[in-house]
């Protein structure tokens, strides 16, 4: 059962494009959150998906990111015009959806990350 | 809202010394609490998990932590570290939640730790 893929590891983009990361979650998962992580300021919250729906985005920045989780195919999390601030490890964690009575007992299991340098 | 705060940002110790890692949360509800470590250029991996039951958690590797409800805390111990525990350590905490969503899990910033050889 591979874990919770993420693609690319590295990702290098020039200020005003745009980065595409991509998350699959391990199979069986229907929840998709997504971190990232700065130096110095460890892991921040952006946002939580299910498949075709957003849980919340309280953590997401008003402007330039987006997230999706498709019904077929990774979630993606989608940077436009990209600035040097957004460099970051960008980390997708899945886990699973199980009752609704109690829906919190469940641990999150981390991707491998995608590394952002902007240039 | 959730927050959780690790009060140590880094940590320096020689082989063999014991660990205590502070985690202190805030919540107005029940929670469920992890200890997750990222060993250099590496993902997280879950090191130990509290959900319910007893406050004393045994995770891998040796390690352990205590959840004292009373002072919103969940610190991680080990008794005697070794080099290969060089890692950052994040305390995360996810409050439960009925009939509704998950919850997500909010991380603390982290705490360095280097051992020494």
């Known amino acids: 059962n591979a874990g919770v893929m993420q693609n690319p590891r590295h990702l290098v983009r020039r200020r005003g494009q745009e980065a595409r990361l991509r998350c699959s979650p391990m199979?069986?998962?229907?929840?998709v959150y997504w971190y990232r992580q700065l130096p110095e300021e460890g892991l921040k919250f952006m946002v939580y998906?299910?498949?075709?729906?957003?849980?919340?985005e309280s953590g997401m920045p008003k402007e330039r990111f987006s997230a999706e989780f498709p019904k077929e195919g990774p979630s993606i999390l989608r940077i436009q015009q990209v600035v040097r601030g957004d460099s970051a490890a960008y980390f997708c964690?899945?886990?699973?959806?199980?009752?609704?009575?109690?829906?919190?007992?469940?641990?999150?299991?981390f991707g491998q990350g995608t590394r952002l340098t902007v240039v | 809202a959730q927050s959780v705060s690790q009060h140590n940002h880094h940590v320096i110790l020689s082989e063999a010394a014991s660990l205590e890692l502070g985690c202190n949360y805030s919540?107005?509800?029940?929670?469920?609490l992890f200890w997750y470590v990222q060993y250099p250029g590496q993902h997280l991996q879950l090191l130990l998990k509290?959900?319910?039951?007893?406050?004393l958690v045994k995770g891998i590797k040796g390690f352990e932590a205590e959840f004292i409800k009373s002072k919103f805390s969940f610190n991680l111990r080990k008794p005697s570290v070794q080099w290969s525990d060089t890692a950052e350590y994040f305390c995360?905490?996810?409050?439960?939640?009925?009939?509704?969503?998950?919850?997500?899990?909010?991380f603390g910033k982290g705490t360095k730790l280097s051992v020494k050889p």
């Open positions: 964690a899945s886990s699973p959806f199980r009752d609704r009575v109690v829906l919190s007992d469940t641990e999150a299991f």
């Open positions: 199979k069986g998962h229907s929840h």
């Open positions: 998906l299910q498949k075709e729906n957003i849980i919340d």
């Open positions: 919540y107005g509800g029940t929670v469920n």
């Open positions: 509290y959900f319910s039951g007893d406050p």
């Open positions: 995360a905490v996810k409050g439960r939640r009925y009939g509704g969503s998950q919850g997500n899990l909010i």
